[in-house]
């Protein structure tokens, strides 16, 4: 017997579950150990060997080693050792550093993993999906991932789309009941769902049958597909750059190995020289360490609640310079309070705040009006067609499910109406809520067996539909439908969001198509709700405005509703246009195009209007993020520049379509992760411009040296030193600097910018010139000073390198002047300075270290020259912008 063929019973028997309280938490840990957790077998993990013998792969760090042997071979043992060890030392600093990014993408691969919403011990909750195990009752919403095989024992209009299992792209009407047919295929197994599909209407609950690779997805093994990591623009333009580094590095090794052999340098000195310096100067690091510098801004993004799903969207996010977000639980609370009634041709207000569930209702002169005709009738309805639940924790009510259904339900509660009262209506069918609809209705059979079809949703949708009223002496023809159009318009210009309910009787054994069914219906009333803009959002889209970014609402929300929100909140100025869904219908993208830069607000609205709104402000060459929670909001999201899906209330579908998750739905948060997303690009350019400038430096101190028929001012191990110790710490110490002031008041980024602009290629060649020509003046004065002691003058050119490019490191930190910021502020960076510093005391004062790094101690006259030569780069350019 198949599981399909089962009755709910037969099911629950043989997993040993009960629907009604799901799995104990014991009976779930002892599942969990006999079938393994719920997740398809992946590809193994790279070693650790194998991450660190990568470190050495490097043509040139091979070539070097080679030399090395070759000159430990020839007796040089001393600088052999050395030059292996700091190799060695280097790999190991690249190792940890690759394992640390991997760590964090780790990390964040589990905060983005599916969760599935589980009875156990009586009660809902999430878990993650791979904790999930066979007899398990999950259920099921619009949106949700399938994470395991099932069989449905209950459903409300569910309908899954299984194409990533069968190929077939239309939805499939799922049902409850057994099918008594043998040897049926998975498409045909219509009360079944399966791991891999998606639910894109409806609701409903299941039992879990298989897990992991014993669901049919598991055993379909070519249909698993492995994530590759691709690489982020920024990172494939500096392996791109990397590669023209690499050969100007090269040519320009080349040419001081040719010249000093012609000058008549012995040929196997210069070898070495030539190698160390190619490894020392080839930025072949630079796109690992954009790789860290990214994923470390990750790790900051995640404190800040925001979740990057594709690394690319950190860079994205710097050029953002719209966002488009939805109102409702993103620029609001969505902590629905229904505040006024419109009933009997009067409007009423409703007290009490949130949850509270005790209130009054208030006539215009404040007299309660309790038990005025049709409120019961209305408040009743309402809390019959509804999916939310009031629940008790800790002693205070919350709401479970939706919102706007939570809203209705504590406004029934405040007249005494409990969820006793609607159990006495038995659901027939339901026809669930959705952006597109906007509505939901119910068949519902009540205590005398009569049959009335509720529906309930956005006024304008409804009033259409209705040709009769509920007055004060019952039903009548609803003649002037104007009046309840101006009560929708006083309440949404209030800022409320407002829901009509209307009913009608239906003849037994009368289904069938909503929209069929949905007409001549019977206006009962209108609901008018608050739900408070979120407190850090006013302060969030004044920041991004001074930013250069527009932020746009787009809401199903009434017009009026949505403009006095927008107005609270600072997103619609004065002369800032409000478009409508049906204006937006009479549009061509063209036309939208022409005035959408004028347009803040979008209202009224359904999810594939938000298509077009992208594709427009693209048009307009603008970089879009765009937010969306519902099945139907995937598609703009994709096509956005940077997607936006909503941690709690978002459906697996529009995450998975997604850059970046908000953790807390707020979207004071996407500005937190821009505010970071431009800081770390600026921490980018910052430590390639530091590293890149540095190389020059050194290459041009030796090919100068060369030109000028000198002795070479640095030898092979310091060097290699050079690149360790000074290229490393503060390079990474600059990847954690902190936002220069300003990083909100400048404009977008172009994401087209190269690398090199806004004057950093000058920054590099001009500071990287400098660099080379004060550590030789060093070490020429040293040299002319004392012919005899080559070691004297190369410990002066190797300290005034070490510190010309530590004072330089400071210089790195600002667009505009060294002395622009405070040089205490990055404590890494202040510590790494340090340190190297230490380190370079280090290798010239401690006398077993001096013959392995050709060093000898100095006084305080060559450190004053040391000094002086060091600070004039930073002293000459530091002050200025260029
Ligand atoms: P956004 O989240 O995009 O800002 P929204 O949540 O306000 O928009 P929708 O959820 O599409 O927009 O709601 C549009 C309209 O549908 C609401 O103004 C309301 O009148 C009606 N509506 C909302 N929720 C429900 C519901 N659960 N049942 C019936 N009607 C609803």
């Known amino acids: 017997m198949n599981w399909y063929q089962l009755g709910k019973a037969e099911v629950e028997k043989k997993l040993a579950c009960d629907v009604q309280k799901g799995l104990a938490d014991k009976e779930a840990e002892k599942r969990g150990m006999k079938f393994g957790p719920n997740v398809l077998s992946s590809e193994k993990q790279t070693s650790r060997w194998l991450i660190f013998l990568k470190q050495f792969q490097d043509f040139m760090v091979i070539v070097l080693l080679a030399a090395t042997l070759i000159s430990g071979l020839l007796g040089e043992y001393v600088d052999a050792i050395a030059i292996m060890v700091i190799v060695f030392v280097n790999g190991l600093i690249g190792y940890f550093q690759e394992q640390k990014a991997e760590k964090s993408l780790e990390k964040l691969k589990e905060l983005a993993a599916p969760v599935a919403t589980v009875l156990r011990e009586g009660a809902w909750e999430q878990i993650p999906s791979k904790n999930l195990v066979p007899g398990d009752v999950v259920k099921l919403s619009s949106g949700d991932r399938i994470v395991a095989d099932m069989r449905i024992i209950e459903t409300k ?116 020289a030539g190698v160390s310096l190619a490894v020392a100067a080839i930025p072949e690091g630079l796109p690992a ?367 998975e379509a997604s850059s970046l998750v908000l953790m807390d739905d707020n979207f004071a948060t996407i500005k937190s992760a821009i505010h970071e997303g431009r800081n770390i690009y600026e921490n980018i350019r910052k430590f390639i411009r530091y590293l890149l400038a540095s190389n020059v430096g050194e290459i041009l101190v030796m090919l100068f040296a060369i030109l000028l028929s000198m002795p070479l001012p640095l030898v092979p191990v310091q060097i290699l030193w050079v690149n360790l110790v000074t290229d490393g710490l503060p390079a990474i110490a600059l990847g954690l600097d902190q936002p220069e002031g300003d990083v909100m008041k400048k404009k977008p980024r172009n994401p087209r910018e190269g690398i090199f602009s806004r004057g950093l290629g000058f920054k590099i060649i001009s500071r990287g010139i400098l660099i080379g020509i004060v550590t030789l003046i060093a070490f020429i004065i040293s040299y002319q000073n004392n012919p005899d002691q080559l070691t004297y003058a190369r410990t002066v050119a190797f300290a005034t390198l070490v510190m010309a490019q530590l004072i330089h490191v400071f210089d790195c930190r600002s667009d505009h002047s060294v002395f622009a910021r405070n040089p205490l502020q990055n404590v890494y960076l202040v510590f790494a300075v340090i340190s190297s510093v230490a380190l370079l005391a280090v290798v010239i004062y401690w006398q077993p270290l001096q013959p392995i790094f050709h060093t000898m101690e100095l006084g305080l006259r060559e450190w004053l020259l040391i000094l002086g030569c060091a600070a004039l780069p930073t002293a000459l350019f530091g002050f200025t912008k260029k």
């Open 289 to 655: 360490i954009v790789t860290v510098a990214l994923s470390l801004g990750v790790q900051r993004m995640i404190r800040k609640k925001a979740i990057v799903r594709k690394l690319s969207a950190v860079e994205t996010l710097g050029c953002a310079s719209v966002i488009c977000s939805d109102k409702t639980g993103t620029l609001t609370e969505n902590r629905m309070t229904v505040k006024e009634l419109y009933l009997n041709d009067r409007q009423f207000s409703v007290t009490g705040d949130g949850y509270d569930l005790a209130g009054k209702f208030l006539d215009s002169s404040g007299r309660d009006v309790s038990s005025s005709p049709n409120l019961e009738a209305m408040l009743l309805y309402g809390s019959i067609c509804n999916n939310a639940e009031l629940q008790v924790k800790k002693g205070k009510h919350l709401v479970s499910g939706d919102p706007t259904d939570g809203a209705l339900l504590i406004a029934a509660r405040k007249a005494g109406i409990d969820y006793k009262a609607a159990e006495m209506y038995k659901t027939i069918r339901e026809y669930p809520f959705d952006s597109d609809r906007k509505r939901m209705s119910v068949i519902v059979e009540g205590p005398e067996k009569e049959r009335i079809l509720i529906v309930k949703g956005a006024p304008d949708v409804l009033l259409p539909r209705c040709s009769f009223q509920l007055g004060e002496r019952g039903k009548e023809l609803l003649k002037e439908p104007q009046r309840v159009g101006q009560a929708i318009d006083q309440m949404a210009s209030r800022a409320l969001r407002t829901l009509a309910i209307a009913v009608k009787p239906l003849p037994e054994g009368q289904l069938g198509e909503a929209s069929m069914l949905e007409k001549d219906l019977t206006f009962i009333g209108l609901y008018g709700m608050i739900d408070p803009p979120r407190k850090e959002v006013a302060g969030a889209v004044k920041e991004c405005r001074e930013a250069g970014i527009k932020t746009v609402m787009i809401t199903g929300d009434h017009e009026l509703t949505a403009k006095a929100i927008a107005e609270q909140i600072g997103i619609l100025p004065s002369g800032g246009k409000v478009v409508s869904g049906k204006e937006l219908n009479e549009m061509t993208e063209k036309q939208l195009a022409t005035v959408i830069d004028d347009v803040y607000v979008f209202a009224r609205v359904t999810p594939a209007h938000k298509l077009k709104i992208v594709n427009a402000f693209q048009d307009k060459g603008h970089i879009v993020a765009m937010t969306g929670d519902g099945v139907n909001d995937a598609p703009a999201i994709k096509a956005s520049d940077i997607g936006i899906s909503m941690g709690i209330t978002g459906t697996d579908v529009t995450k």
């Open 157 to 272: 209009g569910l309908e899954t789309e299984e194409s990533a299992l069968t190929g077939e792209s239309l939805p499939v009407l799922k049902s409850d009941q057994a099918i008594r047919t043998v040897g049926l295929e998975a498409q045909d197994q219509t009360n079944m769902a399966f791991m891999g599909t998606l639910v894109t209407k409806g609701s409903g609950k299941a039992i879990v049958t298989s897990t992991g690779m014993d669901t049919v997805m598991g055993q379909i093994a070519t249909l698993m597909s492995t994530a590759k990591k691709t690489a982020t623009p920024l990172e494939y333009k500096l392996a791109e750059l990397g590669k023209i580094l690499i050969a100007v590095a090269l040519g320009l090794t080349v040419l001081v190995v040719v010249l000093g052999i012609v000058q008549g340098h012995p040929v196997y000195n210069m070898f070495l």
